[in-house]
């Protein structure tokens, strides 16, 4: 089976720009959640899609949005960038949800400059 | 008040070793618990999971949960160099998935 894929891996961005990230889930997994992880606030959550919808969600602002597809893919959108959004930007997918098995990507090294 | 803490080390350990991780947290509603493992330059990747309190072992590491303390453990037995990582802790409920600031660990030969 294959695993979660993260597309791009690496990205450049400049401040006040907007960048959309993907990702593709292991087949039959409903279930893609999104995090942030720098190393000053470690790994946070953003939020979960479930069947198209977003089930939960992190303490992040509205600039962070995201959605998910009928075949399960899903995109995170971040608007009008700033440095302090430099990070590793992780999803993972599960059959059941955020507080049962979940599954990895190599996350997207997103810099803003 | 960070919800949940845990020391981020370095912790360094001869292989063999038993290794004791640890967590503590400060929300009581906190049901679901989770360690994961990372190593460099890829996603984590689950280890253990528990449901509410008590323990669980597979294998070589044992998760331990006590909520009368809100306190969690990770053991791992015998350890070798492939466990060296970075471990952390996930716990949540109603929503929340919090996750501490990861404890890393290196096993030496």
């Known amino acids: 089976k294959a695993g979660v894929t993260q597309t791009p891996r690496y990205l450049i961005k400049t401040r006040g720009q907007q960048v959309t990230l993907s990702c593709s889930p292991i087949?039959?997994?409903?279930?893609v959640s999104w995090y942030q992880q720098t190393p000053g606030q470690g790994l946070q959550f953003l939020f979960e899609?479930?069947?198209?919808?977003?089930?939960n969600k992190g303490n992040f602002p509205g600039r962070f949005s995201g959605r998910q597809f009928s075949n399960s893919r899903s995109e995170m959108n971040v608007s009008t960038l700033e440095l302090g959004d430099s990070a590793l930007y992780l999803c993972?997918?599960?059959?059941?949800?955020?507080?049962?098995?979940?599954?990895f990507g190599p996350g997207t090294r997103l810099t803003v400059t | 008040q960070k919800e949940v803490e845990q020391d981020p080390g370095p912790l360094s350990v001869p292989e063999g070793a038993i290794v004791s991780l640890n967590c503590t947290y400060s929300?009581?509603?906190?049901?679901?618990f989770m360690w994961y493992r990372q190593y460099s330059r890829k996603g984590p990747e689950l280890l253990m999971y528990?449901?509410?309190?008590g323990n669980k072992e597979d294998g070589r590491f044992t998760a331990q949960v006590d909520k009368s303390s809100k306190y969690i453990s990770l053991f791992i037995r015998d350890s070798q160099p492939s466990d060296s990582a970075t471990y952390l802790c996930?716990?949540?409920?109603?929503?929340?998935?919090?996750f501490g600031q990861g404890t890393e660990l290196s096993v030496k030969p």
């Open positions: 993972a997918s599960s059959s059941l949800g955020l507080y049962h098995e979940q599954y």
């Open positions: 087949s039959g997994h409903r279930s």
């Open positions: 899609y479930f069947s198209e919808t977003q089930r």
């Open positions: 929300n009581s509603a906190f049901q679901y």
């Open positions: 528990t449901y509410s309190s």
């Open positions: 996930a716990m949540g409920e109603g929503g929340k998935l919090i």
